[in-house]
């Protein structure tokens, strides 16, 4: 089983360049989430998604946006990307629980996605 | 407010003792807890979990205790080895459903001979 792969795993940008990030989930979860993870602090959230064709806010979606056009892929698109933006992005998937309880059914990661913005 | 903190950025220990790793939180409605493991090049991947309404929780080696007076949560490594040197993040949910996650920063466990 590839459970979660995000693809690139290495990009070095420039200032103002856009690019896209692309995760795929071979588990037929129905939510997907995108994280960053900085030196010294924990992953944050930047979107996610609860179902095919829907997109939310996280905690820091500035300067990016999201699309899910299939269940299985939940893209990151950066449009201008700014120096800042320089961190290791993570993809996660899980399945709704249910009637049972949500930590019964963690997130599963990809293996990353490290970005330099020169 | 809803933060998770991990205030100890390392931990070295020798093979065989015990581990523990300590996690604190602001939000007293989180209904659960996550720790994650997390090797270099590689994404976390879950270890254990448990429920506000429970105090502890076991799985092999691995033990987590949750003291809800004191916003408190730990993690117990039983006996460490070295294949356990990793990062481990502990997290809760965010607000707003959906099993969105905030993770605490994270604590580089050193396991040594």
């Known amino acids: 089983n590839a459970g979660v792969t995000q693809t690139p795993k290495f990009r070095v940008l420039k200032t103002g360049q856009s690019m896209t990030l692309l995760c795929a989930q071979d588990?037929?979860?129905?939510?997907m989430y995108w994280y960053r993870q900085d030196p010294g602090m924990g992953l944050r959230l930047i979107h996610y998604s609860v179902g095919e064709g829907t997109t939310a806010k996280g905690e820091v979606p500035d300067g990016y946006n999201v699309s899910r056009l299939k269940k299985q892929n939940f893209l990151l698109g950066l449009e201008s990307a700014a120096p800042s933006q320089t961190s290791v992005y993570f993809c996660?998937?899980?399945?709704?629980?249910?009637?049972?309880?949500?930590?019964?059914?963690?997130?599963?990661f990809g293996d990353g996605t490290r970005l330099s913005i020169l | 407010d809803q933060q998770v903190k991990q205030n100890s950025p390392s931990l070295s220990v020798q093979e065989g003792r015990i581990s523990i790793l300590n996690c604190d939180y602001t939000n007293s409605m989180f209904d659960y807890f996550l720790w994650y493991k997390k090797y270099p090049a590689e994404g976390p991947t879950f270890l254990i979990s448990i429920s506000s309404i429970k105090d502890k929780n076991e799985d092999g080696r691995f033990t987590v205790f949750l003291n809800k007076s004191a916003k408190h949560l730990s993690l117990h490594i039983v006996p460490s080895q070295p294949g356990d040197s990793a990062v481990y993040f502990c997290?809760?949910?965010?607000?707003?459903?959906?099993?969105?996650?905030?993770f605490g920063a994270g604590t580089r466990l050193a396991v040594h001979p």
């Open positions: 996660a998937s899980s399945y709704h629980p249910g009637q049972g309880s949500w930590s019964n059914q963690p997130q599963h």
């Open positions: 997290a809760a949910p965010l607000s707003g459903g959906y099993n969105k996650l905030i």
């Open positions: 588990m037929n979860h129905e939510y």
